[in-house]
Structures are given as C-alpha cells and as structure tokens.
C-alpha cells in the first residue's frame, strides 16, 4: 500500500520475551477484538496456555521477524510447515456479525494460497487471479471472488509488492453484506450480498497459511485480530493508519483523524499502450517499422542478427491494399535488415513445393528469393524455415501427406508399448523404431531446399530454423520401463544410461538422421561457394520444460559459434500477469530460469530465445491484442532476457484463427513486435563485452529451495514481485552490467507504477538506482575510488515506439568512436551507492574526439536543433567544435559556470546546419563529432531538440 512504502516502522515494542499471544476481552468496550495475534509482547496481558501450536513443542520454535509492521511478525517460507494452527475455544453459535482484520507481506517468491482459514465459518485466499472469501452461514456457504484483473487493488501485483497490505473482511448477516477491505478501501468489485436473517457456522480449528503443497503463504503475517461486530468504515482506515504509523490498532475512533487512502483502481486501458490512432491503424507494416525511433546499434558490433521466425507475413502485412501485402513484405524485410539487425529469410521450405510461387511474380518465396540476389542484400545472412510436421512424401511422389514420423499405419513395434494409457489415446512413435522413418523426411526437405538453393545467384545459406515438434515425445520413465523393445534397445546404445538419458540420446539421432540429410547439402553448397556452415537452430531446444529431454545430450545437435551454443527456449507469456509463470502452452521467466539451469551447467552461457509477446492461433495461443502484454513490458521483459544471456533473438509471428472467432488479429496493431527485440539487442551492442568476457550472477539466492524450481536464481531482491533485477560481471574486474524492470501484471491504466526505486546488495554494498517497466539497463563500474555509474538506454520509452519522443538524445558516455583520452566521472545527489539521482558527463584534454550516430526517422525531426549540456569546472572559457557529417557547425561554448548549462547553436552556425539539415532523408543515418578544443571541460549530452 503506497503508505506503506518508503516508511519506516514507526516505533518498535521493546520485547521481554519471545512469544506469540492473544487476548480474550471478557467484556467489550469499544470496538475490543474476540481474539487477536501482536506475535510480540503486547501491552494487553495475554497467556499462552490458551494457544495450541501445530507441530510446534513451544512458541520459540516459531519464526519470527523482529522487523515486522508492528513489532515482530510471524514468517512463513514455502520450506517450513505449510501453515500454524491456532485453538480458539468454543465458538458462538449464533453469530450475527464478525470481522477479520490482519497485515500481510508477501515475499518475493509469493504466488498465492490460502492465508487464513477458520475452517467451517470463514477463509481468505489468493491466487494469481483472484481474491477469494468464504463464509460459512446457517444457509448455503457464501463466496465473494474479486478478479485480480485491473488496476491497484484490483491488480495481483499490488499484493506481490514486498510490502505490508492492511486486509479487513467483514460480514453483517443482519444486513447480508459481505466487504473485503484492502488499504483501508472496498472498491464495488470487493463487496456482495446473501439472504438476511442467517447465522455464521462456528468454526473448529483456526489455521494461518494454509493450503495444498506449491500453493503456501510465502510471506509475513502480523496484527491479526478477530471482532464478533461489523467494524465501521471509519474504524478500518484508522487500524490501516495505525499499522503504517506502526502502533497497534486502536479500539476506539478518533474523530479528529484524517486517513488518507489512495482512490479506487481505475478500469481503462493506457491509450499509448497501443499504436497512434488506435483503434484505426491504417498504416502498412513497412510504415509503422520506418517510423519508429531509430534502435541505435553501436557500430561494429558482433552481435548475431535477429532471426525473422514469421509464419504468415502476408497476413502480418494485411494493412496493405488488396493484393500488395507480398509487396508490404518485402519492404518490411529491407527495413528489418537495414537498420533492425535482422537476418534475410528467403523462406519457409515447404512453399518450395509449388515451384510455379518460386519462379512467378507477386509469390512471397519467389520475392524473398529475389530480395536475396538483389546486390544490396547479397552479403546479409539468409534464414530457412524449416518445418518436420510440414515434410511431405508426397512431395517426392508417395502417397503420404504426414510425414513418415508422425503417421500411426507403421508396424506395431514402432510404437510404444505404455505402463499407463489415455482412452482413445493415439499410436506413439518408440524410441526403438527405425532411424530410417526421419532419414527419409529428411529427403523431402533436402529435395525442397536443392529447389530453392538453384535459383539463388550465390549458392548459400547461413542459417536454418527447424521446428522438430515431433514424435518421440519425451515419457516419465515409469511409463515406458517395462517396454521390451526399449529395454532390448538401451542395452544396445546406452547401457549404462538412465532412461532419461537414453530418451536423450535417441531424440537425438532422429533429428540428427533427419536433419543431416538437407544440411549436408546446405554445406556441400556453401563450401563449394567459399562460405562457412550453416548454423542449425532447433525449437525448444533448451534446458527447461517443456523441451523434456536431457540438456547435455540434446545440446551436441547445436553448433558452436562466437564461443557458445546457442538454447532456444521459447518465451511466450501472452498475458501481462502470465510475466514470471508458466501454464499451459505459456512460458514466462520462471520456464527461462529454470533452463538456464541446466544450459549454464553445460557451458552454454548464450542462448536465442524464440519469443511472441502473445500471438494467436487454432489451438493453445488465443489471445485478443488488448488482453496481450503491451509494448514497455515486453521490451523491460527482452532485456531481462538478454542479461540472462539472449545475445541475439527469433521473434515468433503467427496469427491464424478461423473468421468469427473473436480473436481475429488486427494487423496495425503488431508492428512492434518485430521492433522491440532489436531496441533490446541495441542496449546490448554497447556492452557486448559482458556477454562474451562476462558471467550471469546467480543473485542473492539464499539456497533454501530445490535448485531446479528456484525461481529466484539468477535475480537480486529488489523489493518485491514484480521488480526484476538480473546483474553480468565483466570475468575478473568489479565492472558491472545492471538490468531491471518493474512488471505490471494487467494492461488497466495504473496497474504498476512505470518507475521505480529499488535498492540491490552487490558485493557486500547495497546499491540503488531506478528501474522502469521497459527496462533500465545500467553500467556500474566500482573499480575505481570514486564508482561510474551511467544508463544505456534513458531515452527508451513506456509505450508503443510510435509514441516516444521525436527529441534525440546522445548521450556522451555512449560514444560509437573516441580517439584521444576522454574519461567518465559520476555526480550524486546522495551519499553513498545511491544512484537514484545522478549524472555522468565526459571530460577530456585538447583534441579528443567523439563520434556519435543517429538516424531522423521522422519528418519531425528534421525541425530540431542541436543543443549541449555542458560545463567548465576550472575558471574561464571553453568550447567544444561540433562537426555534422563531416562539416564544421562551430563551437559550443561554456561560459565557464559550475552548473550545468545548455548551450544552444550561435546564430552564425544555424545557416550552415540548416544546409546540412536539406541534404538529409529519413531513414539515413548521420555522424556528429564533438572535437574538445582545451580542457576542463565537462559534457553530459548533445541532444536534438525543438528550437
């Protein structure tokens, strides 16, 4: 609760002894609680023989936190008991009124479950979607479930906020109103109504944190209470006042009090969130992509280029007027490989079926074809799709339209022979079955890519991207442990491995058998032409679920380049809560960090997740662009990822849902899709060398869970759920790459706040700075006596890329060129490693030069001026020359004041910028030089701005 945040406990009950209590009011007064918990010694006397404790021989084997909200509070890990159980004596049988008020604090691994249960009158839970109360009445049970799908209270990520939230319900039987309160707040969705007239059930035992194992309270818990009245309004935000102020709840109201609570969520959805003129985006793909801000690669770099995995791109393209979209596709692919680090696809093969598309105008494989010969786009790597599930025999003049592997008509010792069977449940290919079924869906895709290599000019290509979801799928071993066949054959190839293993091993030959039969050829290709080996990537071909298969063995199909094989895991979260979980066909953080795992075990440091901030097809993926997660979050979302170690991305596209579903794709609305793994990979750019001289740290992971379900590995507390922070140290120095995001887990308006300060410990020192929800990628260098600090990617944007700034801003740390002996320096607002405020500028001696790219995109920006923030901390005057494209603009002069200052162009120098202004075009990338003429001076940015 917001204020809750940023306070400290207010005063702290000095404590006698260790000890949980309550107290039994033999007479009310006031508004006196039936029963309540301080889990400290409270000023009320109290006596533990009337506590029953579960499991626990006395009260000091509890946990407590002496730190808690008010005095200490009781803690609850997923590893201890799932839950403490309280005896609260005899209860009333004719109950009318009750309420339940208490603080909760979950920690940053908390998902949800039961908080308390008075099993038979009332209970609380929670889960990822819903607040649930039910109360048990002398009629039928009462149920009120808030949806956990909006904004502030109404938003699951409020809760998930490592901080203490104030919970009240409140039932009247005599009114037949049932409230939740939250903060000191009941927002219409939190309340309901029952019949009148009825009696609360008594209720047996009390338990705190109770539920089913993977569902516990993972948390703090404090100041509960227990009142047989209906507490007034009034009186729940004063005790919501009371906890932040850290005092116990008071009993009687105080009239004189004001208690501030913080509006009711709002329902509307963030309209930047969505691209400009929504919801009538008419702009073709090409458009939107030209007109986004520039990514701003650092040139040079050695970063692999993004592989395109678009399905439909003329569906992608369905802006464009009827008949153009293969046209719009094209044009969207020279702009991706232009100035987004994307790689050519020439292809998906099994369109090479129809030769007539390849040799024909207005096909899309015969364009792409051409768009690789085209002389301009010779050199850039090209991409084939490939796809098992689409080899077709029939394309080599069989009978079968499914491939060899997937077909159910082979004989019976083919298939599997299962401990355990679904009704109705189909043929499933045996690990034993014949190498020979993949070799021979290998030829159908070695036949399709001879078609496409013999109409390429240069006999190459670079890179294949196979999907391989096919039989064998991988079984629990005690399903498949009595087959005979297997047995015979894992005595054959691995007796002396486990059946993991040996699925392992096998999966492997067949996607080896199948994959060698076009690759060799791909090969032979591209070494009779003079050029390398293509790299193969496989789909989900990762450490974590639910690839299935054990990592080091499948890892040995993956080829090794700049120093690393490269995982593919897919990240598709879909829904904005769906960020860190994994259900179903959805993959969020928690998938990459538990593969991670297993891949780093095996030395494989990188990896190229495929990754859809939500797509739709016919089966698992439907999804409704407003529902899906929005352009900030993915992108704060890709650069986690990177830090994990994506040092390059495969952006999945596909949208394929029959007219009438209600989830039909709106092809204006996905544009950015394509943009947002690049924006991430050109943050990368310009620290590459933490990706290949650096190490992923493991965070302050404290051990206390089963490594392989640990989802905090790899991440630093930072306050709660949905701050994420991951850090990468440079391989023996105290240089630091510093990535973190905050998550909203709905698309309302106010769901999470866009920024953030959060606080790290990093070697022994606690440091903090600011994380946005797109993203905050930081450089923290503390191998000097005075630490550097800067940002990499300040003027990246919450929103959809059409709605950033037109303004461009350089920042002087970030130079694409230096000569001569430029150095940084960090300025704070505040002591310590408080980075929150902080400014980092560039000094250097006579003659140093820097040299900066950009790129005007839009009309806009060919309006703007050049400006500089400058200073001069040594007395008199100084300047700096600044050169466009190789043409003197003048100097920039600092007056020599110790403040930062913006200088702006003499009047002199405007003529000649406006000149160099009318020889540029958008989408043409320009050079600034800054030429230091002495020294003393200090530079912090050369921005573009309106005059």
Excluded at 441 to 460: A, F, P
Excluded at 813 to 834: A, C, F, I, R
Aim: net charge neutral; charged share 25%.
């Amino acid at each position: 609760m917001n204020d809750f945040r940023g306070k400290l406990v207010g005063r702290l009950l000095a404590l006698s002894i260790l000890a949980v209590g309550w107290t039994f009011a033999k007479a009310q007064s006031g508004f006196t609680p039936k029963a309540c918990w301080t889990f400290d010694q409270d000023p009320v006397n109290f006596s533990l023989e009337q506590v029953h404790f579960f499991k626990t021989e006395s009260p000091e084997d509890l946990e407590l936190n002496q730190k808690g909200r008010v005095g200490a509070s009781l803690l609850f890990t997923r590893e201890d008991e799932p839950w403490r159980c309280f005896n609260l004596g005899q209860s009333e049988t004719s109950l009318k009124a009750m309420t339940v008020e208490l603080l909760l604090k979950g920690s940053r691994d908390y998902q949800g479950g039961s908080i308390f249960n008075w099993k038979g009158r009332i209970s609380l839970e929670m889960s990822s979607k819903t607040l649930r109360v039910e109360v048990g009445t002398s009629g039928e049970s009462v149920n009120l479930i808030t949806q956990l799908n909006g904004a502030h209270r109404l938003s699951p990520g409020y809760y998930a906020d490592g901080d203490w939230h104030h919970l009240v319900i409140r039932v009247d039987a005599v009114k037949g109103t049932l409230d939740l309160f939250v903060d000191g707040e009941s927002p219409p969705e939190m309340s309901t109504t029952f019949p009148t007239g009825l009696n609360l059930n008594p209720g047996s035992t009390f338990l705190l944190g109770s539920q089913a194992e993977g569902a516990r309270l993972s948390g703090e818990i404090d100041e509960l209470a227990i009142y047989n009245q209906a507490l007034p309004v009034n009186l729940i935000r004063q005790h919501f006042q009371d906890a932040s102020e850290g005092l116990h709840y008071s009993k009687k109201i105080q009239k004189d009090r004001e208690v501030s609570i913080e509006p009711v969520a709002r329902m509307s959805l963030e309209n930047k969130d969505f691209p400009v003129n929504y919801p009538n985006v008419t702009d073709r793909a090409e458009d939107l992509m030209k007109g986004y801000p520039w990514p701003g690669f650092k040139p040079g770099n050695q970063l692999p280029r993004n592989i395109p995995w678009v399905m439909d791109w003329e569906e992608f393209c369905g802006n464009a007027p009827k008949g153009e979209e293969v046209a719009s596709a094209v044009e969207l692919q020279k702009e991706m490989i232009r100035n987004w680090n994307y790689a050519l696809q020439v292809g998906n093969v099994w369109k090479a079926s129809r030769e007539k598309q390849l040799d024909a105008r207005g096909y899309l494989i015969g364009e792409f074809i051409r768009l690789a010969n085209d002389p301009e786009f010779e050199a850039v790597p090209r991409l084939l799709v490939t796809n098992w599930q689409m080899a077709k025999p029939s394309v080599l003049g069989g009978d079968e339209a499914q491939p060899l592997i997937s077909q159910s008509t082979h004989p019976d010792d083919h298939y599997l022979k299962l401990v355990q069977k679904k009704k109705n449940q189909k043929k499933k290919l045996s690990f034993a079955a014949p190498q020979s079924l993949a070799s021979r869906d290998g030829e159908v895709q070695k036949y399709l890519v001879s078609v496409i290599l013999k109409r390429l000019n240069q006999k190459r290509i670079d890179l294949v991207a196979e999907n391989g979801e096919v039989n064998p799928k991988h079984f629990a071993p005690e399903l498949i442990e009595n087959d005979a066949a297997l047995i015979r054959d894992r005595q054959k190839v691995a007796p002396h491995s486990s059946w993991e293993g040996y699925q392992a091993l096998r999966k492997t030959d067949f996607r080896r058998s199948y994959s060698s039969q076009f690759m060799n050829l791909i090969n032979q290709t591209n070494a009779a032409s003079g050029f390398p080996a293509a790299r193969l990537y496989w789909y989900n071909l990762s450490g974590g679920e639910p690839a299935g298969f054990q990592y080091d063995t499948s890892a040995t199909l993956l080829p090794v380049f700049q120093g690393s094989r490269r995982p593919m895991p897919y990240f598709y979260p879909q829904e904005p809560r769906l960020w860190r979980e994994h259900k179903l066909a959805t993959a969020g953080l928690n998938r990459m960090i538990e593969g991670r795992q297993a891949e780093l075990a095996a030395g494989d440091s990188l990896m190229c997740p495929i990754v859809s901030p939500g797509f739709t097809d016919s089966k698992g993926y439907k999804i409704r662009d407003e529902e899906m997660i929005r352009p900030g979050q993915y992108l704060g979302l890709l650069k986690v990822l990177a830090a994990l170690g994506a040092d390059h991305f495969a952006p999945f596209v596909y949208y394929n849902v029959p007219p009438g579903s209600g989830v039909e794709y709106q092809p204006g609305w996905r544009t950015w899709k394509l943009a947002m793994p690049s924006y991430a990979q050109a943050v990368s750019s310009r620290a590459a060398e933490f990706f290949y001289q650096g190490t992923l740290l493991e965070g302050d992971y404290n051990g206390e869970k089963e490594a392989r379900k640990n989802y905090s590995l790899y991440s630093f507390n930072a306050g709660g759920l949905s701050n994420f922070v991951v850090v990468r140290r440079l391989h023996g120095q105290k240089k630091y790459l510093i990535t973190g995001t905050c998550q909203p887990n709905s698309n309302f308006e106010g769901s999470e706040n866009t920024e953030k300060e959060v606080s790290i410990l990093l070697d022994g020192k606690e440091i903090r700075f600011k994380i946005r929800r797109q993203g905050s990628v930081y450089i923290y260098d503390a191998s000097q006596s005075a630490p550097v600090f800067y940002q990499l990617d300040g003027w990246h944007e919450a929103w959809d890329p059409g709605w950033w700034s037109k303004e461009i801003v350089l920042q002087a740390e970030l130079w694409d060129e230096q000569s001569g002996n430029p150095s940084l320096q960090t300025e704070k607002k505040n002591k310590g490693h408080n980075f929150t405020e902080f400014t980092t500028s560039v000094s250097a001696s006579g003659n140093t030069r820097l040299k900066f790219h950009f790129q005007p995109r839009h009309p806009e920006q060919l309006k703007l001026l050049p400006q500089i923030r400058m200073r001069k901390l040594s007395p008199g005057a100084a300047s700096v020359q600044v050169k466009l494209n190789g043409v003197s603009l003048g100097n920039f002069n600092s007056r020599g004041s110790q403040d930062w200052e913006w200088q702006r162009l003499a009047p002199e120098s405007k003529s000649v910028w406006d000149a160099q202004i009318a020889k540029m075009q958008l989408g043409q990338t320009q050079m600034v030089e800054l030429i230091w003429s002495d020294g003393g001076l200090e530079i912090d940015q050369l921005a573009l701005k309106y005059p």
